[in-house]
């Protein structure tokens, strides 16, 4: 199995209710909207039809339930794909962004170095 790419915090809430390639999906699919979530969603619904009818329940149950607002998280999903030996044109097809993009989402990454937005920061206990 590909290694899992630490996810920022305000994705990890759906991998821990669905897992990695269900909250790739969803994000991909509803990502930059909003979506209303249901502790007890139909086989019919979009979400269901996205993710999974099982994905979908788990997420209106793990969430809180009512209308959230869905995170983009493309650098992430890039990371993701490109761990899971992903071409970058194709991450850029995938995410529709240009393949310089991806690049950037990738730099630093590709070395095994560190977020290289986070690893600017200064530590706050120094």
Do not use: C
Request: no cysteine.
């Amino acid at each position: 199995m590909t290694k899992r790419i630490p996810a920022p915090h305000f994705v990890e809430t759906y991998i821990d209710a669905i897992g990695v390639e269900p909250t790739i999906q969803f994000l991909l699919k509803f990502g930059g909207g909003t979506i209303h979530l249901h502790s007890d969603p139909g086989p019919e619904g979009a979400l269901a039809q996205a993710i999974g009818l099982e994905n979908a329940r788990a997420l209106g149950q793990h969430l809180r339930r009512g209308h959230i607002k869905v995170p983009v998280a493309k650098q992430w999903i890039a990371r993701q794909l490109f761990a899971y030996g992903w071409q970058k044109s194709k991450i850029a097809r995938r995410l529709h962004v240009t393949d310089e993009t991806v690049r950037l989402y990738l730099k630093g990454f590709e070395q095994g170095s560190a977020d290289p937005i986070t690893s600017r920061q200064l530590d706050l206990f120094r």
